[in-house]
């Protein structure tokens, strides 16, 4: 039987300190250069950094030095995101310029991937509008070596692992596909079962692991319960061993992300964020036996 990695990335939020998304800044407030070396001091092989953060590092050290810097302390895996309203006029700014940069920072860093959002709630009724600008922007992708991967969220217009699916089917291009996060999975009410069956191995770009409590507070959005009450894997209700065993049995052999967002989480400091992150990770990974794929 062959392993399946246990290789963990830290994404975005997991290295941001008291940055939150949609906030007034997503900017972290640790550095870039602290964020590498604490990623790789916890034994992380990878991280991901958002437009902000980019925007920082391309008018300070620039990406070049970045990249040497992860080179050096063994990161080999930096992802960047988020590109937002790659549906509209492909020469409308700002949105341009967001892909812009961060198609540089990708081209620089060697990005396996470049996250992209859904449009905003209500679910879409219709994917058709969504296909063409997708693969326009999947051929932009393919000319700089990277993937374009898609993050379905249960509170956005395309609000399911399924629905998500279907737009990369219709697609249909090699450097368009999907990141699959346990959280988003869940809140969606999708079972693993429909989960297992809905994926196209080959359109799996990234993977993201967290936790939650079985219903959000009364009170709080699906938005709000995601940016500040998700759980560290295993501390919560979510089926994250379940879902760590399905998709290996997908056939998922890449790393795994770890996308810790919470209150708790921003209070900690940096290595201790990390070294939760990292701990409850791999002992759910221990319990799903994902370590080895189905015979």
Known sequence: MSRVSQDLVATCWTTAGTA????????SSFSARERVSAAADAGFVGLGFV?????????????EALREHAE????????????????RDPDERPWRARWELLAEAARVFGSPMVKIAPPPAPTVDS???????????????????TRLALEPLPFAGISSMPQGSELVRAVDHPHAGLVVDSWH???A????????????????????????DALP??????????????????????DVVGFLRTMAEVGWSG??????????????SLADALDAARDTTLRCLRLAGADRQPA
């Open 255 to 268: 790393p795994w992300g770890v996308e810790m967002l919470s209150t708790e989480h921003r209070a900690k």
């Open 217 to 238: 507070q009364p009170g709080l959005s699906l938005f709000e319960d995601t940016r500040d009450n998700r759980r560290y894997p295993g501390e919560g209700a979510q």
């Open 20 to 27: 939150v998304p949609d906030g007034p800044s997503e900017r």
């Open 72 to 87: 050096r302390v063994g990161i080999r895996h930096l992802e960047v995101e988020l590109v937002k309203d790659w549906w």
């Open 127 to 145: 994917l058709e509008p969504y296909v063409g600008p997708f693969r326009r922007l999947a051929d932009e992708a393919a000319g700089i070596g």
């Open 51 to 63: 437009v902000d953060d980019l925007e920082v590092v391309r008018d300070s050290i620039g990406f």
């Open 185 to 187: 999975v869940f809140r």
């Open 189 to 212: 009410g999708t079972s693993l079962d429909e989960l297992r069956h809905t994926l196209d191995p080959a359109t799996v770009v990234g993977v993201e692991v967290n936790d939650a």
